[in-house]
Nanobody, 129 residues
């Protein structure tokens, strides 16, 4: 059974940092794309950062140079380091495994918000000004 469990969210002031972590189990995910997406109340899901099955990484333009995604195959974890947080970054953050065929981080970023993917229960990030 596929399980993704996110942690690390919280409340911080603008300019602060958080590190989100996702533990993945029940899935041979090494050959799949994965990443993080977020959803704020009343807004659509948006891909934040992705890792391709080829190992490439990419962050969305609106978080580039602030957010970094990484994967630890030995620990089966997927992390998102978030620096210089802004109030507009406030949202529920989810890690996801992309079910559709995918190779590059750019493809992963586009596919993260698909309904068919696996994702966890999410972790809340709140940034105050």
């Amino acid at each position: 059974q596929v399980q993704l469990v996110e942690s690390g969210g919280g409340s911080v002031q603008a300019g602060g940092s958080l590190r989100l972590s996702c533990v993945l189990s029940g899935y041979s995910y090494s050959s799949y794309c994965m990443g993080w997406f977020r959803q704020a109340p009343g807004k659509a899901r948006e891909g934040v950062a992705g890792i391709g099955s080829d190992g490439s990484t990419r962050s969305a333009d609106f978080v580039k140079d602030r957010f970094t995604i990484s994967k630890d195959n030995a620990k089966n974890t997927l992390d998102l380091q978030m620096n210089n947080l802004k109030p507009e970054d406030s949202a529920m953050y989810y890690c996801a495994i992309v079910v559709a065929p995918c190779m590059t981080a750019i493809q992963a970023l586009d596919a993260l918000v698909d309904d068919d993917n696996y994702w966890g229960q999410g972790t809340q990030v709140t940034v105050s000004s």
